[in-house]
Structure formats: structure tokens, C-alpha cells
């Protein structure tokens, strides 16, 4: 079991910067990835970025050059890196993690919104 934790989200202008964190708790070895997705009222929740526990990353095309996930260390925690954001962009934002098992796990969500 993984506990999952985001902090970071808020209230910021188009053009401004927010950094999201995403703290995971127990059985941390065992995660073999880690992603930032995010969801609007009525829309189904779509992958942003993610980072596999060997650093490798991918992220959505409409994000690239504006968004950079990372970690701290081996596993944990990941950030979200976003810079130009756009009022388009308010959503609420999750952490997910995939196991080695198979099984994943998502946190309780964060608002981003962006706005004038």
C-alpha cells in the first residue's frame, strides 16, 4: 500500500509558475513509476507527465517545454515543475504511482487554478 500526499496548487496568473509535490508513505521500494495527471469537470483525466524510477520521463505534447517532472531521490517525492501556465490549464491535478505489481494509486487531488 502507498500513501500519497499533493501539496503545491493554488491560485496563480497565465504566464506564472507553480510547483506541484507529491510525498508517497509505505511501501515506496516497490513503486516503479510516478505521474502527474489532471482532470476538468466532465472531461476524463488525462496524463501530463511521468517519471519512471530510472529517470525516464515523457510528458504530454501541449505541456512539453513548460512542464519538468523530477524527484528528489530514488523514489520519492516527485514534483511538477510548471511554468507558462495557461487559464486553459485549471484543473485539478493528481499524483498516481505504479507498482512493480501492477497496482496503482492515486492521490486526493490538487486545484491549479489560473486566472486573472
Known amino acids: 500500500q502507498v500513501q500519497l500526499v499533493e501539496s503545491g496548487g493554488g491560485l496563480v496568473q497565465p504566464g506564472g509558475s507553480l510547483r506541484l509535490s507529491c510525498a508517497a508513505s509505505g511501501s515506496i521500494f516497490e513503486i516503479k513509476a510516478m505521474g502527474w495527471y489532471r482532470q476538468a469537470p466532465g472531461k476524463r483525466r488525462e496524463l501530463v507527465a511521468g517519471?519512471?524510477?530510472?529517470?525516464?520521463?515523457n510528458y504530454a505534447d501541449s505541456v512539453k517545454g513548460r512542464f519538468t517532472i523530477s524527484r528528489d531521490n530514488a523514489k520519492n517525492p516527485a514534483y511538477l515543475q510548471m511554468n507558462s501556465l495557461k487559464p486553459e490549464e485549471t484543473d485539478v491535478y493528481y499524483c498516481n504511482v505504479e507498482m512493480v505489481s501492477g497496482h496503482d494509486y492515486w492521490g486526493q487531488g490538487i486545484q491549479v487554478t489560473v486566472s486573472s
Open positions: 517519471i519512471t524510477s530510472g529517470g525516464r520521463t
